[in-house]
């Protein structure tokens, strides 16, 4: 069956626009027709309507804001189920060091309450990672906020090597007594593992080679390419760190967190880096964290760089990722580049902007209906679509 | 940037020569002399001002312990060997002390891990103008460092994990370097394929002569157990900290290891300290030793750097020898003479200007240059943009 939404202000191809009608078929956007573009056409001469039409559900959306469904390309959500605590608790193996072969996707919790606070705050895909304790933390996957089980969520079950950098690793192993606790020590660790893959790749297409190792197995699709690596990062120089491995192994990397990204501002837009930049709103609670500013986003994407925004739920409530892009522009960003950075521009780090992040032809009807602008912290989501399906 | 000083005195033979000037372009030294006509785009008018070469600190841990930041990068106290750390991995470009640093005067120091465990990893060589690591860097793989004596049992002892023992610290350092030398003869063979070892690759330079041992250790029974081991294994020996070093003056001067002495300033906290003297610089210089000075940031501020230079002539060294082992001895321990520690045509752009006598610690520096990158720290000074 179809929907169809009718009048409204859409945001598309980078700006808010009048709408006539956007069409959802079997899950896909199909239609969208501009005001403007009627207009000039003057009026058609009205079409004989066909069967299937008939039985669409329209929508009237006048003076409604419909938008793409918002992207957070790095969250924890339902790792740490909200309300349970640490018997629940599957963010770190803090005892592993370096644990390539743990994978997010084997411990969501779908019935997480932060599934429906995500669609309630117009967010339908999240990214979700281990956490930062290891210096090799695991496996992120992709998923929508709706399902039953996980494999009804999935958009990618592996998506990237989760690594870290900074004061984490080392503040976790420090205290336990174990290597490492510096961040040559982490950075070690991260390239002993790295050369590790890439001699078992080279031996596993030797007649030497038997039995397969899980941790190395994990690693071939970063080695190959096919995976990104994540690198958790705040202070400056741990970007350039994760960026000189990145370079020594030819790693596909994004940057998270960023923080002190406007720092480097030149580098990273000579890199055409991407990042995923935040939680801001969290308090500057270690030395790491120290020149965190809302106006990082602006000014990395002023260099170049493809710039999302992230809540890293449970450290800010997943609902917390429109408030973020507006504070962005409070601070100085143009609304349509902070509506970008929780659209399109998270898409496009997740390798997915074929299929998410605007509301065009053939891309995934997950639509977000806004009772006024979606910037405006009292604005609430009416409809949420995801893959065509009315989940609020 | 091109920059001309003029009317400056520059260290010539033993002495300051009067009314010089030198031109810093693209980043070098390009001439020196009295009769130098260029159109410049910054003149320093110096009025016979102090020029000499920026400053070199040998052996430092400057970035890795970050300023008011109680947890540093310094120390693995829960790893014995990882020669395989790179201190680039852990420098901090934005802390105060690269700041602190311009302003002493010093444009390149030695950045190593700490020396609390056996072998704690990689020396590099680091300019203080760059704004990320990799942009500062001069050689990465200078040198291998490695520990003796107290603070290496202190922290085994604390880490309740490993060698609480001078000998066992030394079977530690063996037992590494007789792996290291079959790995690299192994390697060499090529007759299996076999995985790298992260450790191993990293001493690998060390096993080939290509870069020396940096054996920390104060007392002599500590400086020999060095000794013996790079003979054992044929490596190149430079030893920091040195504080009994004078007691061995003459066998360092006829197997030819410089040292890295420092830091000096301290009070003897430690029983290995027990013998330290201002004098060692002077007794080591005249029995023929390389000596350069050190601070060994954050064991000392690193502004103390010239100070250590002045001690020393307070205890009978001459001027001289005293500028010459913070400018060209540690350039030449570290491998860089060809391009650091003169003011010399075709040397890298790396200059200091002090108000007066650099090694009179009343004097102040008024301007730093670094690889041609103009840091001023005086508002008299006379700084004109050229034609």
């Known amino acids: 069956m179809k929907t169809i939404l009718e009048k409204g202000i859409i945001f598309y191809q980078g700006k808010f626009q009048e709408l006539d009608k956007l069409v959802i078929e079997k899950g896909k956007i199909t239609e969208v027709v501009l005001a403007s573009a009627k207009a000039k056409k003057g009026k058609p001469a009205p079409a004989p309507k066909k069967k299937s039409e008939t039985s669409a559900n329209v929508i009237n959306c006048s003076d409604r804001y419909i938008l793409p469904g918002f992207i957070d390309a790095h969250t924890h959500i339902s790792l740490e189920e909200e309300g349970v605590g640490y018997y629940d608790a599957d963010y770190n193996e803090s005892f592993g060091l370096a644990t390539p072969q743990v994978r997010a996707f084997d411990a969501l919790k779908m019935r997480d309450k932060a599934f429906n606070d995500a669609l309630h705050g117009g967010v339908t895909t999240a990214m979700i990672t281990p956490g930062s304790a290891n210096p090799i933390g695991g496996q992120c996957c992709i998923v929508k906020m709706v399902g039953n089980v996980a494999e009804a969520a999935v958009v990618k079950e592996s998506s990237g090597m989760k690594f870290a950098f900074g004061e984490n690793p080392k503040r976790v192993y420090g205290e336990q007594k174990k290597f490492p606790s510096t961040?040559?020590?982490?950075?070690?660790?991260?390239?002993?593992?790295?050369?590790?893959?890439?001699?078992?790749?080279?031996?596993?297409?030797?007649?030497?080679?038997?039995?397969?190792?899980?941790?190395?197995e994990a690693m071939l699709p970063l080695i190959e390419g096919k995976i990104q690596a994540r690198a958790h990062a705040h202070m400056a120089d741990d970007i350039i760190t994760a960026?000189?491995?990145?370079?020594?192994?030819?790693?596909?990397?994004?940057?998270?967190?960023?923080?002190?990204?406007?720092?480097?501002?030149?580098?990273?837009?000579?890199?055409?880096?991407?990042?995923?930049?935040?939680?801001t709103f969290s308090s500057r609670c270690k030395p790491e964290l120290r020149n965190k500013t809302f106006e990082t986003v602006e000014i990395l994407m002023d260099e170049g760089c493809v710039v999302a925004l992230t809540t890293d739920h449970p450290v800010i409530p997943i609902e917390g990722l429109s408030v973020a892009a507006a504070m962005c522009v409070r601070h100085g960003l143009d609304e349509e580049r902070a509506i970008k950075a929780i659209t399109e521009n998270p898409a496009i780090i997740l390798g997915l902007d074929k299929r998410l992040g605007k509301l065009e032809v053939g891309y995934d009807a997950d639509v977000v209906v806004w009772d006024g602008h979606p910037l405006d912290v009292r604005s609430k989501t009416e409809a949420v679509f995801v893959d065509g399906n009315k989940v609020i | 940037m091109s920059i001309i000083f003029n009317n400056v005195r520059i260290p010539m033979s033993g002495t300051f020569f009067p009314g010089q000037k030198v031109l810093v372009e693209k980043g070098k030294v390009a001439s020196v002399g009295s009769m130098i006509r260029k159109n410049v785009e910054k003149v320093i008018e110096c009025e016979q001002k102090y020029l000499i070469p920026g400053l070199i600190d040998a052996h430092s841990h400057l970035g890795l312990f970050e300023s008011t930041v109680p947890v540093d990068d310094i120390n693995e106290p829960y790893a014995d060997i990882t020669p395989h750390l790179r201190p680039l991995d852990g420098v901090k470009m934005r802390d105060r002390a690269m700041e602190d640093a311009r302003r002493a005067g010093i444009s390149t120091c030695m950045v190593c891990p700490g020396s609390e465990r056996p072998i704690s990893g990689l020396c590099s060589i680091l300019k203080t103008n760059g704004n990320s690591a990799d942009v500062g860097l001069i050689v990465e793989q200078a040198g291998v460092l490695m520990s003796f004596g107290e603070q290496v049992k202190a922290t085994a002892k604390k880490s309740e994990k490993s060698y609480v023992t001078r000998m066992g610290v030394s079977a530690l350092i063996r037992e590494t370097l007789m792996k290291a030398q079959d790995y690299y003869s192994l390697k060499q063979s090529k007759k299996m394929v076999k995985d790298r070892e992260i450790d191993m690759e990293a001493l690998i330079p060390l096993i080939k002569g290509e870069v020396p041992m940096r054996a920390c250790a104060h007392r002599a029974e500590d400086i020999m157990a060095a000794v013996r081991i790079a003979e054992e294994f044929k490596l190149k020996l430079v030893i920091e900290y040195g504080t009994e070093a004078h007691l061995l003056a003459s066998l360092l001067a006829e197997k030819k290891i410089p040292v890295v002495l420092g830091p000096t300033l301290v009070p003897r906290f430690r029983y290995e300290l027990n013998e330290k003297t201002f004098e060692s610089a002077k007794i080591l210089m005249d029995a023929g030793v390389e000596v350069a000075f050190t601070c060994d940031y954050p064991g000392l501020p690193i502004e103390t750097l010239r100070v250590a230079a002045a001690m020393a002539i307070q205890y009978g060294l001459e001027e001289k020898r005293a500028l010459a082992a913070i400018t060209e001895v540690p350039a030449s321990i570290l491998g860089v003479d060809a391009r650091l520690g003169k003011i010399k045509k075709g040397m890298d752009g790396d200059l200091a200007l002090f108000s007066g006598h650099p090694l009179d610690i009343r004097s102040r520096l008024e301007a730093l240059v670094v690889d041609g990158d103009l840091f001023v720290f005086s508002n008299d000074l006379k700084i004109e943009s050229g034609n």
């Open chain 1, 183 to 216: 961040r040559m020590g982490t950075a070690a660790v991260i390239r002993e593992w790295l050369m590790k893959a890439q001699d078992y790749l080279k031996r596993k297409k030797t007649k030497e080679f038997k039995e397969r190792e899980i941790k190395l």
């Open chain 1, 243 to 279: 960026y000189r491995i990145a370079q020594e192994f030819n790693l596909d990397m994004v940057f998270d967190h960023c923080t002190e990204g406007h720092l480097i501002a030149k580098e990273l837009g000579k890199w055409k880096a991407r990042a995923v930049v935040g939680p």
